[in-house]
């Protein structure tokens, strides 16, 4: 392993961009400890040691954003706002013929759509900061902690803050974009990563102090089971095959070849997850804005705290549902049967044994669904980790080997090796592993 690095860094342009990205990297860590303008550091700091905060939804952007969002830093909204932007926007190719037609456009369609992302993502940015000056100023983001978090709360703080917060998810994505076109590998994607990541020391560290290192030790071999499991399901793919037939252009005979179309068992990614914890998240979010005076809930709130907690077997079977859905549909909306089977028709392929046109599209319609049922099946199973642990490990939501975390740590991991092997190939005809 450690000659296949050596080879990496001996070449000088992959070198370069290595380092490159590294550079970014840094920059964004050390951003995510720089408090906003206005926010009270050391009180900050002390409720977060009592470790009570509002939990669900903001949890969840607080594992995007590697920490920064309870530490109310300039980069506290994190990629969240990016991705939810990204997400609505291929959505919309369902909804808007516009989107679709950008979409069939090539690369001059994609580039408009990417400059819609970054418009939405600054408006989410602003809306996501707004929201989270409220938290603060209320003392809604620690419900426990007494402390003021922005000590002065006069018009001019409060909006300099909400300015800067937006002002970081810009940055963001503009780093974002540099690692990108000037880096390895999908820039918001190893953003996501370096934040989940840095969380994985802390979370062990917590569950060997209060569970023992007999547990850690079990809970760590969990880990490396999960991880192989993950890595073999995105791997797998349904290959179908593809056989384009000959034909004359001119005095060529082009044609004749065999291929296939890779059909991943898990198309959908991490996207159902995300939708599924969001959208589970919003009850939470109620409840805590009904809290009477007294500290007390009405029936029906205190009914729906009880049943949208995350150790609820209701919030776990919902939770299932969710996934096994968001993952159908969102296969649906990423994966047009008869579009693929049009191509094929257009450029002379048929499947064998398969007619060309409808009969194809019922077929890769019928593979899709077949494929799809498993892959949602497997989706559930990660995420319901996280919530398992936090029944028999007493260990918090963002239990480390688990869920979005190990899903899209792993999805990022393969993709980066993958782009850098390919790098090597061109240059030295030898991949980054032998």
Not at 125 to 137: D, E, H, N, S
Not at 206 to 215: F, H, L
Request: charge should be positive; glycine fraction near 10%.
């Amino acid at each position: 392993m450690f000659s296949a690095i050596a080879r990496v860094f001996r070449t000088p342009d992959l070198r370069n961009k290595l380092l490159f990205t590294l550079g970014i990297i840094a920059i964004y860590r050390v951003g995510v400890f720089v408090p906003a303008p206005g926010v009270n550091y050391s009180n900050v700091q002390q409720c977060l040691a009592q470790g009570e905060t509002t939990g669900g939804i903001y949890q969840f952007v607080n594992l995007f954003s590697g920490g920064a969002l309870l530490q109310v830093s300039v980069f506290a909204m994190g990629i969240m706002p990016y991705i939810t932007a990204a997400i609505i926007v291929q959505l919309l190719r369902v909804v808007i013929p516009h989107f679709e037609q950008l979409h069939k456009e090539g690369q001059a369609g994609q580039a408009k759509m990417t400059q819609y992302t970054r418009y939405l993502t600054i408006a989410l940015g602003l809306l996501q900061a707004t929201t989270l000056v409220t938290l603060a100023r209320t003392g809604t983001l620690f419900p426990g902690c007494q402390l003021p978090l922005v000590p002065d709360e006069s018009l001019i703080v409060i909006l300099l803050m909400i300015i800067t917060l937006t002002a970081g998810t810009g940055l963001i994505m503009w780093m974002g974009e540099l690692i990108t076109e000037r880096g390895i590998g999908n820039g918001m994607s190893i953003l996501i990563f370096i934040s989940i990541a840095s969380g994985f020391p802390s979370a062990m560290g917590a569950i060997g102090r209060s569970q023992g290192w007999g547990v850690f030790t079990g809970v760590l071999l969990i880990g490396l089971l999960v991880i192989a499991l993950v890595v073999f399901v995105e791997q797998s793919q349904r290959r179908v095959p593809v056989q384009y037939a000959k034909r004359t252009i001119g005095r060529r005979t082009v044609g004749g070849t065999s291929t296939y179309i890779p059909i991943k068992v898990n198309m959908a990614g991490v996207i159902p997850v995300i939708f599924a914890s969001s959208i589970l998240a919003l009850p939470q979010m109620i409840v805590q804005f009904n809290v009477r005076d007294d500290g007390t809930l009405p029936d029906w709130a205190l009914w729906l705290q009880t049943h949208s907690a995350t150790s609820s077997p209701w919030y776990m079977a919902v939770y299932t549902l969710l996934i096994i859905g968001f993952t159908y549909f969102y296969v649906a909306i990423t994966f047009n049967p008869v579009e693929v089977a049009d191509n094929m028709k257009k450029y002379g392929g048929f499947i064998p044994g398969i007619r060309a046109g409808k009969p194809t599209a019922d077929y890769l319609n019928y593979v899709i669904s077949r494929v799809t049922f498993p892959g949602s099946l497997y989706l559930a199973v990660v995420a319901l980790i996280p919530l398992i642990a936090f029944v028999l490990f007493n260990a918090d939501q963002n239990f480390p080997f688990g869920g979005t975390s190990i899903l899209i740590m792993v999805g990022v991991g393969l993709e980066t090796v993958k782009q850098i092997n390919a790098q090597m190939q061109q240059r030295h005809y030898e991949g980054l592993l032998r």
